[in-house]
């Protein structure tokens, strides 16, 4: 089946830690993006991607970072420099102008 | 810029409409309005065109405006299922980045 696969489901970080949000696609999308999600907030974009090895800030790209090695992967970094990271992580692909599909979100906590 | 999304919320008992609005101060290429249940994912419900054209899902329809750069969603006869909250996404640039507006929440009662 084609999708968007998103994990963890949960992740908890420590203070002074990055952690490595995943997210593969097997829909054959060139696009990928990173949203942020805050309670009762709407969708803010943090990076996004149009090609392999190509990737563009966001609205919100302080204390974050990506990588695109491949077509199928693009994972997100929350780095230390993020000081309020707690939020619900969705990423999501397109061909082009077409509709962005979502991945199921992971949500990052705080320790 | 984010487009502007009306009313905030709105409650409804089952089998009433509700119209939702999404208006932009940009020259809009497409709008996109999603659903989200509470915890999940927001899911894809259409994609209106500048051209003025109408789609529907189900008995959720919508219309684009292009001269008003505005997009409404039509929830009719609205069933418990309809609950969640509404986000509109607008292209405008060249390469199709989507803006999300705040998004309208929509409580459904039985």
């Known amino acids: 089946d084609g999708g968007i696969t998103q994990s963890p489901k949960y992740l908890f970080r420590k203070e002074g830690q990055n952690v490595t949000l995943s997210c593969e696609q097997n829909l054959n999308h060139d696009a990928m993006y990173w949203y942020r999600q805050d309670p009762g907030q709407g969708l803010r974009l943090i990076y996004y991607?149009?090609?392999?090895?190509?990737?563009q800030k966001g609205d919100i790209a302080e204390g974050y970072s990506v990588s695109r090695e491949k077509k199928e992967s693009f994972p997100l970094t929350v780095t230390s420099a993020q000081k309020n990271p707690t939020a619900f992580y969705l990423c999501?692909?397109?061909?082009?102008?077409?509709?962005?599909?979502f991945g199921p979100g992971t949500r990052l906590l705080v320790l | 810029q984010q487009p502007v999304q009306s009313p905030q919320a709105v409650i409804l008992r089952e089998g009433e409409d509700a119209v939702i609005n999404c208006s932009s101060s940009k020259a809009l290429y497409s709008v996109h309005w999603y659903r989200q249940k509470h915890g999940e994912a927001p899911v894809f419900l259409m994609i209106l065109l500048k051209g003025g054209e109408q789609k529907g899902h189900e008995k959720i329809s919508a219309s684009f405006n292009e001269k008003k750069q505005q997009s409404s969603l039509y929830l009719t006869a609205s069933q418990l299922s309809y609950s969640g909250t509404y986000f509109c996404?607008?292209?405008?640039?060249?390469?199709?980045?989507?803006?999300f507006g705040a998004g309208t929440q929509v409580v459904v009662t039985p």
């Open positions: 999501a692909s397109s061909i082009g102008f077409e509709t962005q599909y």
């Open positions: 991607s149009q090609i392999v090895n190509d990737f």
């Open positions: 996404g607008t292209v405008a640039d060249s390469w199709g980045k989507l803006q």
